[in-house]
Nanobody, 135 residues
Framework: QAHLVESGGGSVQAGGSLRLSCKAS????????IGWFRQVPGKEREGVAA????????FYSTSVKGRFTITQDNAANTVYLQMTDLQPEETAMYYC????????????????????????????WGQGTQVTVSS
């Protein structure tokens, strides 16, 4: 059963840091795109960062590049999002998602990297973890 579980959200002051975790089942984790997305009620879901676990290729939205870091721990089947210098505008529910329930071959992954911050292509979603940044 493919599944993802997020954790690590909480409340921080502006300028603070949090590390989010996304633990995946083995079939979901291996050679797959794992993305982090955030959403505020009434606003479009936004891609934040993504990683292709087969090659550790990493992608970031322009708004978080330089402040957020996505990493993988293969032994734990876990993808992390280290967030630093958080801003109040980044208060949101943060979700992790997997592109599919099975592995994506590297040659196919190359053609998907352009889209990997687009939430529409992801099929498996976690329950979300709330991040609140106060000023």
């Amino acid at each position: 059963q493919a599944h993802l579980v997020e954790s690590g959200g909480g409340s921080v002051q502006a300028g603070g840091s949090l590390r989010l975790s996304c633990k995946a089942s083995g079939s979901t984790y291996s050679s797959n795109f794992i993305g982090w997305f955030r959403q505020v009620p009434g606003k479009e879901r936004e891609g934040v960062a993504a990683i292709y676990t087969g090659s550790s290729s990493k992608f970031y939205s322009t708004s978080v590049k330089g402040r957020f870091t996505i990493t993988q721990d293969n032994a734990a089947n876990t993808v992390y999002l280290q967030m630093t210098d958080l801003q109040p505008e980044e208060t949101a529910m943060y979700y992790c998602a997997a592109l599919g329930t099975t592995s994506t071959p590297a040659i196919e992954a190359l053609g998907l990297m352009r889209q990997c911050l687009d939430w529409h292509i992801y099929k498996v979603w976690g329950q979300g973890t709330q991040v609140t940044v106060s000023s």
